[in-house]
Each structure stands twice: as structure tokens, then as C-alpha cells.
């Protein structure tokens, strides 16, 4: 059985000679997140030595890295984050509903990704906020909240939008909640020309302000007649706007929200090899159903961290964002009216266990509490076991 393969290891073992090789392509936000992962939960971030109160169990824990496109810091992540949304919740069904750039666009967006990302998120979330609006569908002033992801399964540049919207909205007068229907929110063909409209809009109003930029391939597309020429054929076509089945209760909302708010490109636990021939994943091919949807893919190790790469961040980047209901300067208030309007109490502030700011895995042994015994900083490694008659090391990588 292959040892479990993780990002830090591919990077550790190929990223040195990659950085050598492509040091002109890659961004410092580029190379810090490549550093990152190379480091954490190692010596070189320092850690603490933790004992288990009751069996004396004792193991070496190393700090994380805690950058956001790190495979393994996002648990932590997304549980504070998503103990922070619960509260948000209203008793209304939620509908999962999808905002994806074409082709020919994506690729403006890989040239200009802070631009062209907060474009997707404003004509996405304006599109849905003004249908939402519009008397002839639903009327109501509505909450969302967008994750970007800007990947396919293959880890090809593929920028979208989920959002996650409740099924209904504050009336504009504010004296009644307004439901959607059971099982539809808003028609996708119209929100699709909506998009399409606001989108290319802005997009030319960005390049006529010279603020775009092109290189390789594209850069024939700063002259604004091949510019123009480029997005012909992207008016007529229709943009992708899907809406799933509403999700059966809060529960699966934030059961969803786990698995998609602070993902990254590839987890680690779609890796399968990795060795002299490149690295092996799985991922969904989406033009296949049911089983043989899942394939497996091997790349060259250079071409796995490019694409990998691919999807950093511009540094500073909001990747969540909230509209409408939940934007943050007016998001208490509207809740506390909606909860208001739908005849329900406010959620208690004592409600759920909070997670300790110390929070630290129980003991692996007995299930004990765990308490810090040494804390030692970077690139230095514990003193050693702190109890000669202590049994039972363990290492946490």
C-alpha cells in the first residue's frame, strides 16, 4: 500500500527545481504559498509538546501555516467560519445557484484575475439581487452568500460563482416576508442575459480605461477592435446560470457550505501517487454519467504545480462575500427583521458548545484532554520527552 501522498510532498521534493526553472512566471504570492505548504506543521514553524492528562500519552504537534490555499489549514478555517453562519440561518428552504464565465472569457480573467474575479462576483450578485427585485418574479430584497472557485475538477482555470440563497426575501416595504416557490427561485435564462449583459459591459468599460492588461497569445487583444472582435461571439451565446433543487433543511445548507467555502484547488485526499512519472489524482469528468464520472489523471509534476498554481489568489482577495440581507453592514438588522416577519425567535447565544480558542485534538489513546507542556519556536525542535517513565510518543506531522 502507497504511503499517503499530501501537496506539502510534491512541493517539498519538486518545488526547489520548479521555482529554478520558472522563477521569471511566478508571483511572490505565488512563491509564498508554495513556501507555506512546504513548511507547515514542520520544525520550521515552530510547535508545542502536548500530554494527555489522564493515560500520559504524549505527542509533538507543529504549527500550520494557516495560508488559505493550504490543503490541510482549512478544517480549522471552515469550522470558524461556518459556527459564525449557523447563526445566520432562517427556517426557509435555500437554493444552490451557479454563475460560470465562458471560455473565451476566463481566459481575459486569467490575465487580470483581481479585475475579472470582482467583476464575476458584482454582475453575479447584482444580477440576482435585481431579478430578485423585479415584481414579475419575486419581489424581495434577498441574501446571498458567493464562493469563488476557480477551478475545474482537473484543476483547468474554470472561474465560477456558488451561491447560496434563501428561498424568499423581505418585502420592499418591509412588512412581510416574501417565499419563493417550493422548488424554483428565479428563471435561469433570465438571469443569464442579465449577466451576460452587466459582464461585458463592465468588461469593455475596464479595457477602454486602459485598465486591462495581455500578454502571450492574447496580447493582440489590447488593440480594442480585436478586443471587441474577441467577445463577438460570447453576445450571442448563453451564459451558463444553473440553479439546483433547494437543500433539504439548515442542516445540509451548512453541511454543503463545509465542503465548498474553503476548499481548494486539489485536496489531499484525491492524490494517489506520486513518483517518477508524475502525480496521480482522481477527479470528475462531468460529460460522463453516473459511475465513470470518476477518472484518473496523471500530469507531469511541473504541469500539476502549474495548474496548481494557477489558482492563487491575488493577495488581499475576498473569495466569500455577502449581498443583499447578508451584507455586513445591515446584516444583523435584516436578520432580526426576517426572523421577525417569519414568526421565529432569535437564535441564543448560548446555543451550540463553542470551540475553545486553545482547541487541541483529545488524546488518540484514551480520548483525554491534552495539555501543552513545552512550546518551542522556529526551526527548533522539543527538548525531548518530558518525564523519563512517559510511554507512548506520538508525532503529529
Not at 154 to 176: C, F, L, N, Q, S
Not at 310 to 327: E, K, S, T
Request: aromatic letters at 8%; proline letters at 6%.
Amino acid at each position: 500500500m502507497h504511503a499517503a501522498v499530501e501537496i506539502a510532498d510534491i512541493f517539498r521534493a519538486a518545488g526547489p527545481a520548479y521555482r529554478a526553472t520558472h522563477s521569471r512566471r511566478l508571483s511572490l504570492t505565488q512563491l509564498k504559498v508554495m513556501s507555506a505548504i512546504e513548511h507547515c506543521r514542520t520544525a520550521a514553524l515552530g510547535g508545542h509538546v502536548e500530554a494527555c492528562e489522564d493515560c500520559g500519552q504524549w505527542r509533538v504537534a507543529y504549527n500550520s501555516c494557516r495560508n488559505r490555499h493550504c490543503p490541510k489549514c482549512q478544517g480549522a478555517a471552515a469550522r470558524t467560519w461556518l459556527a459564525e453562519r449557523e447563526a445566520d440561518l432562517l427556517p426557509v428552504g435555500y437554493f444552490h445557484v451557479v454563475f460560470t464565465l465562458p471560455a473565451e472569457v476566463a481566459g481575459i480573467a486569467f490575465h487580470n484575475k483581481a479585475l475579472v474575479y470582482d467583476l464575476l462576483f458584482k454582475a453575479a450578485s447584482e444580477t440576482m439581487l435585481t431579478i430578485a427585485a423585479d415584481p414579475q418574479h419575486l419581489g424581495a430584497r434577498i441574501g446571498i452568500t458567493a464562493v469563488l472557485h476557480t477551478w475545474g475538477s482537473a484543476m483547468t482555470h474554470h472561474p465560477h460563482v456558488h451561491m447560496i440563497v434563501p428561498g424568499g426575501g423581505i418585502a420592499p416595504d418591509g412588512k412581510r416576508w416574501i417565499s419563493s416557490r417550493r422548488a424554483f427561485l428565479l428563471p435561469v435564462r433570465v438571469l443569464g442575459k442579465l449577466f451576460r449583459r452587466l459582464f461585458l459591459t463592465r468588461l469593455i468599460a475596464l479595457h477602454d480605461a486602459g485598465r486591462l492588461a495581455f500578454f502571450g497569445s492574447m496580447a493582440h487583444l489590447a488593440d480594442r477592435r480585436a478586443f471587441l472582435h474577441h467577445l463577438k461571439p460570447v453576445r450571442s451565446k448563453r451564459w451558463v446560470v444553473y440553479a439546483k433543487a433547494p437543500f433539504a433543511g439548515p442542516e445540509a445548507v451548512l453541511a454543503y457550505l463545509s465542503r465548498y467555502t474553503h476548499r481548494v484547488a486539489i485536496s489531499n485526499r484525491r492524490l494517489v501517487r506520486f513518483d517518477e512519472s508524475g502525480v496521480t489524482f482522481r477527479y470528475k469528468d462531468y460529460r460522463r454519467d453516473g459511475a465513470n464520472r470518476q477518472q484518473v489523471m496523471t500530469l507531469a509534476t511541473d504541469e500539476f504545480i502549474r495548474r496548481f498554481l494557477l489558482h492563487v489568489l491575488p493577495r488581499g482577495f475576498h473569495r466569500i462575500r455577502h449581498y443583499g440581507l447578508l451584507a455586513g453592514s445591515a446584516r444583523k438588522a435584516s436578520l432580526a427583521l426576517a426572523r421577525e416577519l417569519l414568526n421565529v425567535a432569535a437564535p441564543s447565544a448560548d446555543d451550540g458548545p463553542e470551540e475553545p480558542d486553545d482547541f487541541r485534538p483529545p488524546c488518540s489513546c484514551c480520548g483525554g484532554r491534552m495539555i501543552v507542556l513545552e512550546v518551542f519556536g522556529r526551526r527548533r525542535q522539543p527538548r525531548g520527552p518530558p518525564d523519563a517513565t512517559t510511554t507512548n510518543r506520538e508525532t503529529v506531522p
